[in-house]
């Protein structure tokens, strides 16, 4: 069934409508409607050890950044604004303090970064693997919230900053471990975007402010799989062109030496944390008045398919290729993730 038919199913259950409910399962946040003029914006997301992270490369500091960051990250995939977080964690018995107190001090710094604040969550000793979980709550204007189902076909298709340099810095964390850190510059901004992702929340806000966007994700999953999702949702589908996916120089330098094309890791790979969304072609100017560090990417269409145009105008069919928890097959060699 995978991991999306599963989500589905749970979907289906649910009672249908709810009164408040103007976002319920299946976006990156819920949007509850608090008042006529108050929305808030709630997430969650499990990381678990082993399956998410990998403590032999990643240290605390960083874990507790990102722990923050993908949830952030969804509620910037919203158009709004993070306020507070709590998180609750499993820790395995005899766990040193300190491995506490500097993923705290990650965790504070970024929600600091984005004037947002720990209230609250649980604490459990829990066998011999760390398990974390984080809900952030944020808000936005009611009729600012970009869902991913307002795409419609003849909206242009954008993503912020450049994709893949988070799976890479992966894949050397991984061939490396350890010895990653004595590495050269290039490896550890690599590394760095992979450990310290930047959810786009100045960005996601401006795109929500400016009324552009009709619909809008983060790319947590790969570039493949979170237009999946955009399409599904909206009932369309989409023509990305391969040589406009924006891959920054150092990916493009160092992919030779891994194991994948630079373009596979920014379509498969995923945790970037950038904002991938689309624009109706009226307002494709006033996006670009923004001044932001975006990328057209491509097209959508009428139907369901998502296709890739390779640069000799070939089409081939884009299947989601980013991690699924339950499905089988992966074409990047990572870590399980979601
Ligand atoms: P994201 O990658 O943006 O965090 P997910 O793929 O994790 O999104 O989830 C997609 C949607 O499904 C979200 O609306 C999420 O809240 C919902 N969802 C996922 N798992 C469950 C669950 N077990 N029960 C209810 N809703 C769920
Ligand atoms: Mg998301």
Redesign the pocket.
């Given at each position: 069934m995978g991991?999306?038919g599963?989500?589905r199913r749970?979907?289906n259950m649910?009672p249908g409508k709810a009164p408040r409910v103007l976002?319920?399962?299946?976006?990156?946040?819920?949007a509850l409607k608090l008042s006529a003029q108050r929305t808030l914006l709630v997430?969650?997301?499990l990381l678990l050890e082993n399956v998410h992270f990998d403590l032999s490369y990643t240290d605390y500091y960083s874990l507790g950044w990102k722990a923050a960051a993908?949830?952030l990250?969804?509620i910037a995939?919203m158009g709004g604004r993070p306020l507070f977080c709590l998180t609750a964690l499993g820790i395995p018995r005899a766990f040193p303090i300190e491995f506490i107190q500097d993923f705290y001090r990650g965790f504070n710094d970024l929600l600091g970064e984005h004037r947002a604040f720990l209230v609250g969550g649980d604490t459990c000793s829990f066998r011999d693997r760390f398990v974390i979980s984080v809900t952030a709550i944020g808000d936005a204007k009611q009729e600012r919230i970009i869902k991913r189902s307002g795409a419609r076909p003849g909206d242009r298709i954008f993503v912020t900053g450049t994709l893949g340099d988070s799976a890479a810095g992966m894949e050397i964390l991984k061939r490396l471990g350890q010895r990653a850190k004595g590495k050269g510059k290039e490896e550890k901004e690599l590394i760095e975007r992979h450990l310290r992702p930047a959810p786009r929340l100045l960005e996601g806000r401006l795109i929500a402010a400016s009324g552009c966007a009709s619909a809008m994700?983060?790319v947590?999953?790969g570039l493949s799989s979170?237009l999946h999702?955009i399409c599904e949702e909206s009932r369309v589908g989409a023509r990305i062109v391969n040589d406009n996916i924006p891959l920054s120089a150092l990916l493009q330098a160092i992919a030779p030496r891994l194991s994948n094309k630079a373009v596979e890791y920014a379509l498969s790979g995923g945790e970037d944390y950038e904002l991938l969304f689309t624009v109706p072609q009226a307002r494709v100017a006033k996006l670009h008045a923004l001044g932001l560090a975006i990328t057209e990417i491509g097209s959508i269409v009428h139907g369901s398919a998502v296709s890739l145009l390779d640069a000799a105008g070939r089409k081939s069919m884009l299947p989601p290729k980013g991690y699924d928890h339950f499905g089988t097959g992966r074409p990047v060699k990572r870590n399980k993730r979601?």
């Open positions: 991991e999306f599963l989500i749970i979907r649910s976002v319920g399962i299946g976006d990156d946040a819920a997430t969650t997301d993908v949830n990250s969804d995939a994700i983060d947590s999953d979170d999702h979601s």
